[in-house]
């Protein structure tokens, strides 16, 4: 780690960043699912910000759920390297 992440750790892991970008990235174009090109978009931009972000007080209204499927693609992609468990 360096200096300045033990001052100041990042929120989360490099590889969450991806997919959070990721996420966003397929959000905005209205896709179902997470794709190949939102990962590699994701991969190339810069999503790592050091200022911390000021939250409102309240009150709070509820979000629906963004969540989003990983294409077959990329989960073939993911298997390949040993990432996630192949589906019977």
């Known amino acids: 780690m360096s200096k300045s992440e033990t001052v100041n750790p990042p929120v989360f892991p490099a590889a969450m960043e991806v997919f959070f970008q990721a996420l ?37 209204v509820p979000a629906p759920h963004r969540g989003k499927p990983l294409s077959a693609e990329v989960k073939k992609a993911f298997e390949g390297a040993g990432v996630l468990a192949h589906e019977s």
């Open 24 to 60: 966003i990235l397929a959000d905005n174009e209205n896709a179902h699912e997470i794709g190949i090109d939102h990962l590699l978009a994701a991969l190339d931009s810069s999503t790592t910000a050091t200022d911390s972000v000021e939250h409102p007080a309240g009150p709070f």
